[in-house]
Every structure is written in C-alpha cells, then in structure tokens.
C-alpha cells in the first residue's frame, strides 16, 4: 500500500500556494522496480539548469545515477545511517555539487545557495511530472569526491532519490512511522521574524 492510499500529502497551507508547492513532499518509500521516464528526467535537469543563480556562474554540477549502475551503487556505498536503508529503492540518485572555488581560484560564496535552488527546481519539476524526490545530507563526502574524480573545488552539498512511490510497510521502523505521520511545519509567524 502507498502512503498516499493512507493519507492525504498536500501541505495545509496558510496562503494558497501552487499545486506543485503543496503538494511536494519527500517519501523514502519507493518502488524499486520502476524506470522513471527520461523525459521526465531530463526535464528536471533542465528545471535546475535554468535556475538563477549569482551573476548567471552557475555552480551546479550533478552526478545522475540510474539504479543498477556501477554509478548508483557508489552513491549508496557513500550514504550513511537509515538513508542506506531506503534510497536503493529510488530509480535515480542525483548527487548535488557545488562549484564553491571557479577555476581561477576566486571563491565563490553563494555557490551552495545557487545549487540549493537549482535542487529544488529540480524537486518541483520531477514532483508537477509525477516523480517524487527526497533530498538528503546523510552521506560521505569525501567518499562522493574519490568515487567520481571531482576536483577539490567542487563539494558535494547533497543527494537527491527520484523515483515513483513505493509501499511503506516495506520500510523498516523508524522510518515507516515518519513516513505515515502527518506532514507538518512551523507556523509562518515563526519563521518569518520581521515583517514590517
């Protein structure tokens, strides 16, 4: 059974939002047997390409994986804690790096802001197209850099499953019962500290 058999995703929101805002979420569930369409893929990639990004430098750069490549078992060999449990099951696995150093050796600060937005026009576009992402931190880096030859000026920031929704009774506790429970946020009041 998917979650969504169980319960409603879309967020509840305090402003109306786009349909692809509310009603992204982030499953750890995935079918392990589906092939995400290229297309989709492809578009998703492109969302992040044209993401703004500080005086247009664009310093993302993605590794994409599909499920049983030599790649995508890398990818998972460097993931660490519960995220080994589930994100096998995800067709794709998309490492997140950002260029933080340019080629001439001039740093670049808001390198990983830029690659947090170019991630979540990828998120939004695979979500509005059917696919679901979920976005995680838990991995080695260091790992990630040897595994695929990056240069030392690119950091690997995060890695994103994509995949179409699986059952949720095939994850192991804690994680089933994070993944039925009822999506929640802090209120907009909290988060918003002046708003004058």
Known sequence: MTITD?????????????????????????????????????????????????????????????????????IVANLMGFNQAWAGSASVLVVAAAEVVDAEGTERRWAAYDLGQAVAHLTIQAHHDGLHTHQMGGFDADGLRAAFDLDERFLPISVTAIGLLGDADALPEPLRARE?????????????????
């Open 6 to 74: 169980l319960a409603p995703r879309s967020a509840d929101t305090s402003a109306p939002l786009l349909p692809a805002l509310a009603g992204r979420w982030s499953p750890r569930a995935f079918d392990p047997e589906a092939v995400v369409d290229e297309t989709k893929l492809a578009s998703a990639l492109e969302a992040a390409r044209w993401s703004p990004s500080a005086n247009n430098s664009q310093p993302w750069r993605f590794i994409v994986a599909r499920r049983g490549t030599p790649a995508f078992d890398s």
């Open 180 to 196: 039925l429970a009822p999506r929640t946020r802090r209120p907009l009041e909290d988060v918003v500290v002046v708003n004058a």
